[in-house]
């Protein structure tokens, strides 16, 4: 029997959202999503209408394996928004993906963040399924 979905408690952007919303329905089938653009072939992420590299608005959205390294990262060990209150402490970190784009995210899935992660450390994606959403996570691979 699959695992009941959390009580959606995190904030979220408000959709419509014409830039992510094609990303956010592809989490929805456990798919991390970025872009690439198809005049200059650079990736683009966060997902936006046009190209971070030239003025083109044509791109095309591939999907990540999900397998990548941290880059840097940090253990918050004091937080007063609710939502984020009970999960201390907890490691945000910058992972970079080896299709080469790099983004925020946490790393879930240790004992003990100050000494469990490290830069460089290889992590793939783990989903965190919500109500509303699901959430790409990163956890040691």
């Not at 083109?56 to 984020?84: C, D, M």
Request: hydrophobic content about 35%.
């Amino acid at each position: 029997m699959p695992e009941p979905k959390k009580k959606f408690d995190l904030p979220m952007p408000k959709f419509p959202e014409p830039d992510t919303e094609p990303f956010w329905d592809a989490a929805k089938n456990h798919e991390l999503r970025y872009q690439v653009c198809d005049e200059c072939g650079g990736i683009v992420f966060h997902p936006r209408r046009h190209c971070t590299h030239c003025p083109s608005l044509n791109l095309t959205w591939k999907t990540s394996k999900g397998e990548g390294v941290i880059y840097s990262y940090s253990v918050v060990r004091q937080n007063y928004h609710p939502a984020f209150r009970e999960r201390i402490p907890y490691v945000i970190a910058w992972i970079d993906l080896d299709e080469g784009f790099r983004m925020l995210s946490n790393v879930v899935g240790v004992d003990d963040p100050a000494s469990d992660v490290s830069i460089g450390q290889r992590v793939r994606v783990e989903w965190q399924d919500f109500e509303a959403a699901s959430l790409p996570m990163f956890t040691p691979a």
